[in-house]
C-alpha cells in the first residue's frame, strides 16, 4: 500500500486518510494474491506513550504497510504541530477545542480510526469484495467464536474461514509462546485469508502481526485492540453515547465503566507534554 501523505507524532509515522481511502487501499492489497502479506496498526496515545522510550516498537509501528490514528488525541497533536504556529497560546487553545470545537482539529489528520467505526465499514466491504476473513483474539475459543457469530449475524454474506484464541494458556496474560505463534501460523498459511484481524491489545498484537506478515504469501493483518470488546463485535462493552463520541471521550467512557484503567489513563497527559516538548524538533 503507497503511502501518500504522513505526519510524524513522537517518532511514530501516522497516514493522513480518510476512513474510506483507508478501506479502499485494503480492500485492494487484500483481493490481490500476487502482493504480499502486510500489516496495518491503528496507535492510540498508549502506543506512543510506550513507544516513546522502546525503539523495537516504533520501528514495528513505522514499518506497517499503514499506521492509522486510533484516538482524538493523536488527531490533536497532529493539527497542533503540522497546522499552524507551534505557539503556546496555540498549544493551549487547540486543546480546548477538544471539547468546545472538536471538528476544527481534523486538519491534517481527517478521522479518528476506533474500532467500532473503522471495523464495521471495513468487514462490510470485505463481504461486498467476497473477501476471506479470519479472526484472532479473546480469551478463548469460545469467546472469538462469539465474535464470529455476532459478525455472521450482522454480515450474513461475509466469509469468515477461522477464529483463533488471542490467550495461550501456557504463557502469562500479555504473552504468546513459539508452540502458540506455530500452530496459528500453520492454519494461516492452510486457509490463505485475506484479512487477519488480531484483537489482543498493544504491544502483544503488534509484535504478533510484525512476525507473521513475513512468513505468509498474502494478507492484510489488522491490530484490533479492543474492538472485538464491543457489543457489535459480540462482547460486553457498551458504545459511548454518541455525544462522547463526538468529542473525542470515548476514553472517559470506559473509565467510567472501567475505573481499573485510571493508570492507563495516565498517558494521555504524559502525551500532553510530550508533544510540547517535540514542538522544535518534529519535522
Avoid at 164 to 193: A, C, F, K, M
Amino acid at each position: 500500500m503507497a503511502h501518500n501523505s504522513t505526519v510524524n507524532l513522537l517518532g511514530v509515522r501516522v497516514d493522513v486518510l480518510t476512513i474510506n481511502q483507508a478501506i479502499a487501499a485494503i480492500v485492494e492489497h487484500a483481493a490481490d494474491h500476487t502482493r504480499p502479506a502486510g500489516y496495518v496498526v491503528k496507535p492510540y496515545v498508549e502506543f506512543l506513550d510506550q513507544a516513546a522510550g522502546n525503539a523495537s516498537l516504533r520501528d514495528i509501528l513505522n514499518q506497517a504497510d499503514l499506521s492509522l490514528a486510533d484516538g482524538v488525541a493523536l488527531i490533536w497533536a497532529a493539527h497542533y504541530l503540522y497546522d499552524g504556529p507551534r505557539t503556546l497560546g496555540r498549544f493551549l487553545g487547540t486543546l480546548a477545542q477538544i471539547i468546545l470545537n472538536p471538528d476544527a482539529l481534523k486538519s491534517p489528520l481527517p478521522e479518528r480510526f476506533g474500532g467500532t467505526n473503522f471495523t464495521g465499514p471495513l468487514l462490510q466491504a470485505a463481504a461486498q469484495q467476497h473477501l476471506t476473513v479470519f479472526l484472532v483474539g479473546g480469551e478463548s475459543a469460545r469467546t472469538i467464536e462469539r465474535t464470529a457469530t455476532a459478525l455472521r449475524q450482522q454480515l450474513p454474506e461475509l466469509d469468515i474461514v477461522g477464529t483463533y484464541s488471542g490467550r495461550d494458556p501456557g504463557r502469562p496474560r500479555g504473552e504468546v509462546g513459539e508452540n502458540w505463534i506455530h500452530d496459528l501460523l500453520t492454519i494461516l498459511q492452510r486457509h490463505q485469508p485475506d484479512l487477519i484481524l488480531v484483537g489482543m491489545g498493544f504491544p502483544l498484537q503488534e509484535r504478533v502481526i510484525s512476525r507473521l506478515s513475513p512468513q505468509l504469501d498474502h494478507g492484510i493483518l489488522i491490530g484490533e485492540g479492543g474492538t472485538f470488546d464491543y457489543e457489535q463485535f459480540g462482547g460486553h462493552r457498551r458504545k459511548a453515547p454518541a455525544t462522547m463520541q463526538r468529542l473525542g471521550l470515548e476514553w472517559l467512557w470506559r473509565l467510567l465503566l472501567e475505573p481499573r484503567r485510571w493508570r492507563r489513563q495516565l498517558a494521555i497527559p504524559r502525551f500532553i507534554w510530550r508533544v510540547w516538548r517535540a514542538r522544535h524538533n518534529t519535522p
